[in-house]
Nanobody, 117 residues
């Protein structure tokens, strides 16, 4: 059974930092491109950051470039999202996603990030 389990969501202050983790199990983790998405109440789920299977290539939404960093450890089957200089509008549930050939295959259940203004 494939599982992606996010952790690290918490309450942060505006301008603060959080580090999210996503642990994979039941899948050949290194074969999947991994991404982070987020969804605020009443909003559509949006792409935040993605990383290639080897970790050599990353991409970010314009809104987080320069503040967020995605990384992965294939040996540990984990993907991380370091978030710095958080903004109140970035409060959302953050989801981990595994995809192949551009198609989402697996999703985690999410971790809540709250940012106080």
């Amino acid at each position: 059974q494939v599982q992606l389990v996010e952790s690290g969501g918490a309450l942060a202050q505006t301008g603060g930092s959080l580090s999210l983790s996503c642990a994979g199990s039941g899948l050949l983790f290194r074969d999947y491109r991994m991404s982070w998405y987020r969804q605020a109440p009443g909003e559509a789920r949006e792409f935040v950051a993605g990383i290639s299977t080897t970790g050599s290539t990353t991409d970010y939404s314009d809104s987080v470039k320069g503040r967020f960093t995605i990384s992965r450890d294939n040996a540990e089957k984990k993907v991380y999202l370091q978030m710095n200089n958080l903004k109140p509008e970035e409060a959302a549930v953050y989801y981990c996603e595994a995809n192949q050939m551009g198609r989402p295959v697996y999703w985690g259940r999410g971790t809540q990030v709250t940012v106080s203004s």
